[in-house]
């Protein structure tokens, strides 16, 4: 794919604001990343990442040819309906049109052009491109409508066609090949009509006036007014945001409350960060593009207000956000669980974006602060080293067994809503885009990474480079070589980090102190500037050669959060510069949870060294503290942490970021059965390497049989061997039933072809006399339920399984009661 020198813009778009200088991030393309750092990730992506997530996006390939064969005339059988598997296409193009800068590759070019041919076709003569209503297979009961923009809360219409726009923009910034962009043009033009001035075809003529359930769309208009310079779609934009909880406001629950999509007041009136994050971060950060154009500042204002309740009630210590399952988004204020976090990929995502656009409406620091954490812990959390392998969720704890995402306890392949992947696949390739900012008088640097490129500034052309070992390292050179001697300032921001806390906001502050302070100096001599917004301004005349050092100290810090956020009381977290630290079991000998700190923690002799593996490296710091060994006594013992990012790239086991400052806090073994348990021990023929036993006890309610939201137990990998389980109590009991609810996945794991019970009474084991009208079901999301025929004393019970042919078999919880 060849890069042409196009006029390009980066993920962000800036906009003059009366009587205010304009500030214009430098775009991505005019950046040459050379970071140590940051340049092995984007050929990772170009070489594995890219290849990889066009290979498992073929089905959106094919949904669009469905949807083409139907307009050419052609026979369309077995087309399955989908509400946005090609919106995960449109990323992947966005994030590979992006790297094309890395190098020409004509055969990636050609298969983006077969892809953008098949687009093209799909799309119906006015417009409309939508392949499940266009083939006819989009219903009501799949959460699409029966007819186009019918059920927009949901459909996802809107949503996919704003990431076809982004990934036109790219793909014309970076060829100049407008096919693509034509058919974002002709798509625009058609939702325009529909949806404000009103089209024969759709909701009677009437314009719809409805805004998008799942926000991308104003940002993607933003964008292309951008790249065309036509109004039309900024004034979309602004409408689209403008009556956003007026025209329609759901009055359901989950996803069909008011909250979930943030309609349920309008824009200028919101205080909290509500419902489903993703859709959150993306309306902030449209809210932002339109808050510089706005002649009154409401948006302004309401993002001030969604801003500080973010960082002050809602965000985790790694930037994530909507730590709530089910709604995928923000619970209430100071509900930030640990192992039970979900902090999807994309919301963080969101979080970048929205704080990058903040800093370029207020001109602050901490915008950056906030978006930095979060690109550099859960943003970059969520792909493993080698670029294959991805999280959804992103929890601050992790036992080695509960399949936290999506099913599997560490990184995947791939989602079936696999849109964090592919998100990831577009934002990476940006971060260049985000280290330098200016105007005519003002030179930030706004995220430091091993970086040079040219900009106008000051009436001349300046030359400048960043040579550093961030965000690893604090020491930043930065070269300044105008053509000819200019007078401007230099701004270096100056990270909240090196301050008394790690990340803005009112959740976090160190808990030691530091005598190791920031410093400049210019030439060699060492100089004082004065600090505005969090940035070290330097004003002065600049010549060819000048040469400024920024200092950053990066010791490791001690962390305690607010104490109305009940899952962090009496636990520090570690963090050293930029990262957050969290302790893998692979590097601690054992679980994690075993660790604890003393009650008042301190950090004398933090050793900080290097981790190298084939596909990459990062730090780990080692320092004192203090665990529980299998007899319940402390011991002194080093615990060993790496940063939060790089988890999970060598054996699977346990994690922790906030250690007890208590050992009443501390667990030797995360998986032993709790004290409440009807059973005192449990055994199995087998068990998988990912799962454990204890879980059939451990009483964590399933709430279906696929097992993704609970530890289990199964029999992987061995497949069609016949297998049990055995539960013991304390002491002989009388049983009144007995219930398995049983585990049944889309891969190997089925419900058993057959099942019994046997009980154990005075050491003899015997079957279990089944009541006449029982039977050993295997029912999906729920307990299947058995009683004995007659009064049963036993001390012990033994499941026994007959799975089906090739299938293991799995068990996610057992409920035994007993009679009074």
Known sequence: MKHLLLPILSFTVAFPVPGQANIEPVPFHEVEMTSEFWRPRLITQRKVLVPFAFEKTKPGVAHLQAAADFLAGKKVEGHRPHRFIDSDLYKVMEGAAYLAQLQDDPELEAQFDRIV?????AQEPNGYLYPSHTTGVGTDKNMMGNEPYTFVVHSHELYNMGHLYEAAIAYYLATGKDKLLKVAEKNARHVNQVFFVGDPKYNGGKPIRQAPGHQEMELA????HKVTGKKLYLEMAEKFLEIRGKTYVPDGEGVMSPTYAQQHAPLEKQSEAVGHAVRATYLYAAMADMSRLQKEDSY??????????LTDTRMHITGGLGAVHGIEGFGPAYLLPNADAFNETCA??????????MFLVHKDAKYLDVAEVSLLNNVLAAVNLEGNRFFYVNPLEA?????FNHGTMGRAPWFGTACCPSNMARLLPQVQGMTYAHDDENLYLAMYADTSTKLDIGGTTLSVSQKTNYPNEGRVEVSLNPRKPAEFALRLRIPTWTGKQFVPGKLYEYLNSTSENWAISVNGKKVNPKTERGFAVLNRKWKNGDKVV?????????????????????RVAFTRGPFVLCAEEVDN??????????????IKKAKVSKVKLPAGSFIKVKSPANALTEKGSPEKRDLTLVPYYAWNNRKPGSMMVWFPTTPKLAVFDPHSLPKESVFSDLKASHTSDLDTVTAAGDGKEPRWSSGKDVPRWTSRPQLGIKQWVEGYFSKPRKVRDIGVYWMQDQQDVKFPKEWSLEV????????FELYVTDRYDNRANQYNVVHPAAPLVCDAIRINMTPQENASVGILEVQVKFEK
């Open 348 to 357: 963080a995502v969101g979080n970048v974006l929205f704080n990058f656009r």
């Open 760 to 767: 154990r009474s005075k050491g003899e084991w015997k079957p």
């Open 117 to 121: 041919d098949v687009i093209a076709s």
């Open 589 to 602: 000998g054992g679980a994690t949870q075993r660790f604890f700190l003393d009650a008042k923690p301190t």
């Open 550 to 570: 920024l200092e950053l100290p990066m010791p490791t810090r001690l962390n305690k959060c607010d104490e109305r956020v009940e899952d962090n009381r009496n």
């Open 221 to 224: 208009l933003v964008k292309l």
């Open 300 to 309: 302004t204002r309401a993002l001030d207000r969604i801003w500080g309740n």
């Open 399 to 403: 036992d080695g067994k509960y399949p």
